[in-house]
């Protein structure tokens, strides 16, 4: 029995049953279904008529999400009752180019209007859309807005002279376009009209504001909130916002839409060719979002199990001379967790990259599975850095400098999150790591665990260096890379063994005058441990960057271990492995980003 939605086959109680069975095919209800459906936002008119020319309207906006209303001013719609196992179609509209109007976004039988073009060919009013575009100078009134989606453009200014003019901004889902009245008298940019803001990802997150509308000046108002854009400027992307009207030239680009839905976390999203989507949990729920394409999908009823999973985002880089260790990528480690038989979207941090002469560290990339972990910090370097916050802070450079704070966040998951500040020394202080602090010119410790049925540690600070005499610092447990010393009578540190895989030992010039080496090691691959800092550069004639420069951050990591019962499969452009350890199986996820799917 083919049914494309069960609204059109005649049965709209059908929430009342425990399930509906077409033939041999059983039916299951998905009920209490959020959705946000927004369209693309218009582009900004193209100044090729008048100076000014007016910005785009955002696309239209509705909204099923308790608590929340669609644009317009409209009340909230209903959410929607679905059923397994049946295709259901989505649409996301493209923002449109400059002077071109947004397309369309559907979800099922709910539409919202893309946004109104801007105009700058010619004098006169905004045209309409999911929201309007503004009109241009001369009092021109702005394009109309659709009812229960968004408002109209605003005004052009009513003085039509070459510097005291500007066109009205677009519309918004929440407000209408700068200005109120077919009197203003202005000579900035007018704001586009206010976006919207929703929770339904469970990130309270602006969508839908206008584009601003080009005026004399460059500067002046600010843009309409969420998303609206300066003059010439394209909206941001999957906002649905309206481009800015162009100042003697092309507008800006609308922005993509987007529809987001929100619903039971018994039940998965299958995403069929044509569109590009990603679910993540959210509480007792999950979110898919749709952010480009047109095609169906369906939801199946999900087999949950539980997991453990280990998320270590990349280390950060030492700095040049006289640096401290760059600071660990963010541990994130949960031992139980229910997981389900659908996608995930999985990200893998780099390493950040050491800076040859006299420049910080740079921080190591942000890791992702379920939630974010935060890159490490880079360390600072003599004469004038601090350490950087980063998950673990890097460490301070020489003369005191102090080292980076933590920004860790917050599991809603019930994971534990590990991150520590850098340390401030006379020299190159250590990096952070996930347990403990730097200590010194020593990296902190990282976290440990036999996830893979193996003791490892993961995000170790890199160690700090040292200059004239002494030992520069080690790096910490979990990757982190040695420090690197420059002088007499002192000793490099050592890089740490206790990882996934080895860090690097710093290396010692035994020289004021070079040439080197004073490098730092690199921190350990797949650990997210800190590079070591570098013990001298650029000076005298330590001009060697190969060889006088802070240690690299080690990659950060992914594992999830789970019941052997279940397959993972790698999506494309993620490289890893699989192990089976008695009744499970580990999979260790290196590089890339992209989904895992559970069957």
């Known amino acids: ?116 073009r801007g105009r700058g060919d010619s004098f006169g009013p905004g045209f309409s859309g999911g929201s309007g575009s503004g009109g241009t100078k ?165 087999i949950n199990f539980s997991a453990s999973y280990l998320v270590v985002a990349g280390g950060a880089a030492a700095g040049g001379r006289h640096s401290g260790g760059g600071g660990a990528g963010q541990v994130t480690y949960n031992a139980a967790y229910s997981l389900s038989t659908t996608s995930y979207t999985v990200t893998v941090g780099a390493g950040g990259a050491a800076v040859y002469g006299e420049g910080g560290g740079a921080n190591g990339s942000d890791s992702f599975f379920l939630e974010t972990a935060k890159g490490g910090g880079g360390s600072g370097s003599y004469p004038s850095t601090n350490g950087s916050a980063g998950g673990s802070g890097g460490g301070g450079a020489h003369d005191n400098k102090p080292g980076g704070a933590s920004n860790k966040t917050s599991s809603a998951l019930g994971a534990t999150t590990y991150g520590n500040a850098g340390a401030q020394t006379t020299w190159g202080g250590g990096g952070g790591g996930a347990t403990q602090a ?37 790096g910490g447990k979990g990757g982190g890379g040695g420090g690197g010393s420059a002088g007499t009578s002192q000793t490099a540190g050592f890089g740490d063994a206790n990882g996934i895989n080895p860090a690097e030992n710093g290396q010692n010039t035994n020289s004021y005058y070079g040439p080197g080496p004073s490098k730092g090691g690199n921190g350990g691959t797949n650990t997210g441990g800190g590079g070591g800092g570098c013990g001298q550069s650029v000076h005298a004639s330590f001009t060697n960057p190969a060889i006088n420069i802070g240690g690299n951050g080690g990659s950060g990591v992914v594992i999830i271990r789970y019941p052997s019962a279940r397959t993972l499969t790698l999506g494309t452009g993620l490289v890893g492995s699989t192990l089976t350890i008695g009744g499970d199986k580990v999979t260790t996820i290196t590089a890339g980003t992209g989904t895992v799917s559970f069957t």
Request: a neutral charge; aromatic letters at 10%.
């Open 138 to 302: 001369v009092s021109n009134v702005g394009g109309a807005g659709t009812t229960g989606q968004g408002y109209a453009g605003g005004w052009g200014s009513s003085s039509g002279s070459y510097s005291d003019s500007a066109a009205g901004g677009g519309g918004g889902a929440g407000s209408m376009g700068d200005a109120t009245a077919s009197n203003w008298f202005t000579n900035s940019p007018l704001s586009g009209g206010q976006g919207k803001q929703s929770a339904i990802t469970g990130t309270l997150t602006w969508y839908a504001a206008g584009g601003t509308g080009a005026g004399y000046y460059s500067g002046g108002r600010t843009n309409g909130i969420g998303g609206g854009t300066p003059s010439d400027m394209d909206g941001v992307v999957n906002t649905g916002s309206g481009g800015g009207g162009g100042r003697f030239g092309n507008g800006g680009a609308g922005a993509s839409g987007v529809v987001i839905i929100k619903y039971p976390k018994a039940y998965g999203v299958v995403a069929g060719a044509g569109l590009t989507a990603s679910t993540t949990p959210s509480g007792d729920f999950n979110v898919t979002t749709f952010t480009a394409g047109t095609g169906t999908f369906s939801f199946k009823k999900l």
């Open 1 to 116: 029995m083919g049914i494309q939605s069960l609204e059109r086959s005649g049965i709209t109680a059908f929430n009342r049953y425990s399930s509906f069975t077409a033939g041999a095919q059983a039916f299951l209800p998905v009920t209490d279904i959020e959705y946000v459906v927004i369209a693309g936002g218009g582009g900004g008119g193209n100044a090729s008529g008048v100076q000014y020319a007016s910005g785009g309207g955002a696309g239209g906006y509705r909204s099923s999400v308790a608590g929340e209303t669609s644009g317009g001013g409209a009340a909230l719609e209903s959410k929607l009752s679905l059923v397994t196992d049946v295709s259901y179609s989505v649409t996301i509209g493209a923002g449109g180019a400059a002077t071109a109007q947004g397309s369309d976004s559907t979800l099922i039988n709910i539409t919202s209007l893309g946004g109104g």
């Open 438 to 474: 730097g200590v010194g010119y020593k990296g902190g410790d990282g976290f440990q665990t036999s996830i893979t049925g193996t003791s490892y540690w993961f995000g170790g600070g890199g160690g700090g260096s040292i200059w004239d005499s002494g030992t520069a610092g080690n």
